[in-house]
């Protein structure tokens, strides 16, 4: 049943606080695609249309019109913000929590409002679904993609259990590419140079084939050397000074459109990625308020070296190398996709059909811990219809049909060698309809879902006794549904509530250590949530506020945890209930100016634990307590439910109570063209990155700045950019597998892109 929790009267005046801030100054995040327009005229400026269309519905609408928590950016604003990939867009997002996953090179540890998944192994899915061109992709890994002429990119928070495909718990990310254009023949290439020799091109060309068709390529290259230094000691001494983290991506993307008739048209698309980027090493924390916590030798938390007391020795198994012995850091991992749209469009109706078949291959040696080297063998198919229909002047209707197949195959060694073979086969129906009674709307929506996963795991050298040839058989019929009503107040300002429920697949755990937890499997993932909202527009359409309170219930939650040994496992961590507000704005002041931001507020709590549960995430067993509870008494008669109230006193990970972001563009026009120059401030609280809270896993972002600075001509042919990310050097890390041993975020990095366009 949903509990639903009110606001602390101390949350209250604090949430208040913001949101006045925010409507006053135009401050919390840019949902629009205002940065980087085209400058308004002095006559234009009196009525500005600032409308978005997306797709989050899966039907065009004006984003100010969708009852949903959404942000968008277009390809402009992509372009100015100087978002590359699936990590730069966390600052424009609230409550997002987004970083490359631990110990990986092309894998995306994303959390909307404190749900997300770190685990890239076994039969996992993420809980944040990611879609390229309406396809979603099955793993973790191979999810940090590259953001490549892109038209539009749509963040979708909250349960998505109707109308995307499959496990979004958390939220979703669309990532649509640019169409081909017809009548178009364009060229336009990029070259790129910053510190740490950052080397980027990129090219893309759109054909017109006569007067329907159109062709259209892209193509990218980066390379940049690492970040860290190896220091290691000992017998590996002769390594110290070795760079890691190089990065090395080549993207290609060609796609064909062709409007056969004048109902019927189609897009094919087909994509490929190779990157041979280092994985992020793991290094020693470089400072912390806690005692006993062992902290870097240097106190530089990019040098990669032992701990105190530690020398490197060759005789230690490979397998066994601590954080700085180990220097075998490396990754390849290859995607390849295509997909085939067919659209009939009419009307009042249209009907489309996606069709997608996608490969990844992944090679991985890394420290998680210990050494991990992991091989990657995956492919998916799927294929979905789509139906949109206007009935009459009063109702929208949104069904259709999934399917998806995925055959992965992990094989890894941490500690000891194990594989993992898991096939699934999904097929759901779906519908959402919406009526319109004037200013009144309302929408209901049902999914039904039926799903057969089978995961066979293997686990060698002491574990094979007990830990081979183990099946579990994952069958699941599940209905999600969601009702909403929204009521515009005026033309510029409309309220919203829903109600939506989603669930996360079962799965299993891809840890043997032991008899008693070989493999475990893990039972579903349900949500039930409430969100309502505010959608706002003022000044002549110039500025925009929207703010959205959630409130989330789970059961089973699925969740990693670390033991006390370094080792992962994974279980349904009881019930857990997360609320928040979440406030985004824009505002144009004046001709040329945009500001623009983001704010949030998180609270999230475990409710029920038992003492299993419990026990995992304190670090606890029946014998000893776990660091964080320092104040059971292992032996006593109420041990057990000592550590049941530490662990329902555990904050939850990678969900910082406070989060924002305040930017601006601005562009100058001068007869030979267009100066624009802005600035992004994002600050971000302290959080956990361990489930256990331990104090040396705490995270600290605090300050960040970017910025840049350029010129266009007049004529749009050239454009030069100079740029800079993380301006104050802050040393900071998102990620950890242990109490001290993280993987730092990126410092300081600038360059100058030069661009060039004919048509």
């Given at each position: ?8 009267s ?10 006045g ?6 401050v919390?995040?840019?949902?629009q ?13 009196e ?12 039907r065009?609408q ?9 942000t ?6 992509l372009?100015?913000l ?11 997002i ?39 061109d309406?396809v ?8 940090l ?12 928070r909250g349960?998505q ?18 169409r ?35 062709l ?52 094919a ?35 990669v ?34 997909s ?33 080297f ?41 500690i ?20 319109e ?57 409309l ?56 409130y989330?219930?789970?059961?089973g939650l ?8 370094g ?26 100016l ?17 003492f ?13 307590a776990?660091?964080t ?10 041990y ?24 601006f ?12 120059f ?42 030069f ?18 109490v ?14 030069v ?5």
């Amino acid at each position: 049943m949903l509990k639903v929790r009110l606001l602390t009267s101390t949350a209250k005046p604090m949430m208040l606080a913001i949101a006045g801030t925010a409507l006053m100054a135009g401050v919390p995040a840019l949902a629009q695609d205002t940065v980087g327009q085209p400058e308004q005229t002095e006559e234009d400026d009196e009525l500005v249309d600032n409308a978005i269309i997306v797709t989050a519905q899966r039907r065009e609408q004006d984003l100010q019109d969708v009852p949903a928590a959404v942000t968008a950016l277009g390809g402009d604003a992509l372009q100015d913000l100087q978002i590359a990939d699936a990590n730069d867009l966390q600052n424009q997002i609230p409550s997002a929590v987004i970083s490359t996953g631990t110990g990986t090179a092309n894998s995306a540890r994303i959390f909307f409002r404190g749900i997300g998944e770190d685990e890239s192994r076994g039969g996992i899915d993420p809980a944040v679904g990611i879609y390229i061109d309406n396809v979603y992709l099955g793993r973790t890994v191979g999810s940090l993609v590259d953001l490549l002429d892109i038209d539009q990119v749509e963040v979708l928070r909250g349960p998505q259990g109707t109308l995307y495909g499959r496990n979004t718990t958390g939220g979703a990310i669309k990532v649509s590419s640019v169409r081909p254009q017809l009548d178009e023949n364009t060229f336009e290439a990029e070259l790129g140079y910053g510190n740490y020799d950052r080397f980027q091109g990129r090219v893309i060309g759109n054909v017109a084939i006569g007067d329907s068709t159109a062709l259209r390529f892209a193509a990218l290259r980066r390379e940049r050397d690492g970040y860290f230094t190896l220091n290691p000691n000992g017998d590996f001494a002769n390594l110290a000074g070795t760079t890691v983290g190089d990065e090395e991506v080549t993207s290609l993307r060609a796609s064909l459109y062709s409007e056969l008739t004048e109902n019927f048209s189609f897009l094919a698309i087909v994509d490929y990625t190779d990157d041979n980027s280092d994985p992020v090493p793991s290094s020693i924390l470089d400072e912390t308020d806690f005692a006993g916590i062992v902290t870097d030798r240097d106190g530089d938390i990019f040098t990669v070296e032992p701990a105190p007391g530690v020398t490197c020795s060759q005789f230690t198994p490979a397998g066994f190398q601590p954080v700085g012995c180990f220097t075998d850091f490396r990754s390849d991992v290859e995607a390849f996709g295509v997909s085939f749209q067919a659209m009939l469009e009419y009307d009042n109706f249209s009907i489309t059909s996606i069709t997608a078949y996608r490969t990844l291959e992944d090679e991985l040696s890394t420290h998680i811990s210990f050494p991990f080297f992991q091989q990657t063998d995956q492919d998916q198919f799927s294929q979905e219809l789509l139906i949109n229909a206007e009935i009459g002047d009063i109702f929208n209707l949104t069904t259709g049909a999934y399917y998806y197949t995925e055959d992965a195959f992990i094989a890894f060694d941490f500690i000891f060698p194990f594989d993992i073979d898991v096939q699934t086969e999904s097929f759901a129906l779906f519908g959402q309809g919406t009526v319109e009674l004037g200013a009144l709307n309302l929408t209901g929506g049902l999914r039904w879902t039926t799903e057969d996963r089978t995961v066979l795991s293997n686990a060698g050298g002491p574990l094979a006794g007990f830990g081979t040839g183990i099946e579990n058989d994952f069958d699941t019929d599940n209905i999600t549904w969601t009702a909403k009503v929204d009521y515009s107040l005026t033309d510029d300002l409309l309220l919203y509530a829903s109600y939506s429920t989603g669930f996360k697949t079962p799965g299993g755990s891809p840890d043997c250590f032991s008899p008693l937890a070989c493999f475990a499997p893990v039972d579903e993932e349900s949500l039930d949530s409430i969100e309502g909202g505010v959608r706002a527009q003022f000044f002549d359409g110039r500025g925009t506020f929207n703010a959205t309170y959630f409130y989330n219930d789970y059961s089973g939650l699925q969740i990693g945890g670390t033991l006390p040994n370094g080792a992962f496992t994974r279980i349904n961590a009881g019930e857990a209930e997360i609320q928040g507000v979440e406030i985004e704005a824009s505002i144009r002041p004046v001709s040329g100016l945009t500001i623009y931001g983001n704010a949030s507020w998180i609270d999230g709590e475990y409710t029920e634990v038992n003492f299993n549960q419990a026990g995992l995430l304190t670090n606890s067993t029946a014998t000893a307590a776990g660091p964080t509870c320092g104040g059971a008494t292992p032996g006593s008669a109420n041990y057990e439910q000592q550590i049941v109230d530490c662990a329902l006193d555990l904050s939850l990970k990678n969900a910082p109570e406070w989060k924002g972001l305040i930017g601006f563009n601005y562009d100058i026009f001068t007869g030979p063209g267009d100066v624009f120059f802005g600035a992004d401030f994002a600050w971000e609280d302290e959080s956990f990155a361990l489930v256990s809270n331990t104090p040396g896993s705490l995270v600290d972002p605090g300050l960040r700045i970017d910025a840049r600075i350029g010129f266009e001509t007049a004529n749009e042919r050239w454009r030069f950019t100079l740029w800079g990310k993380n301006l104050t050097d802050r040393d900071y890390w998102r990620a950890t597998t242990s109490v001290n041993q993280v993987y730092a975020a990126p410092p300081l990095t600038f360059g100058v892109d030069v661009g060039f366009r004919f048509n």
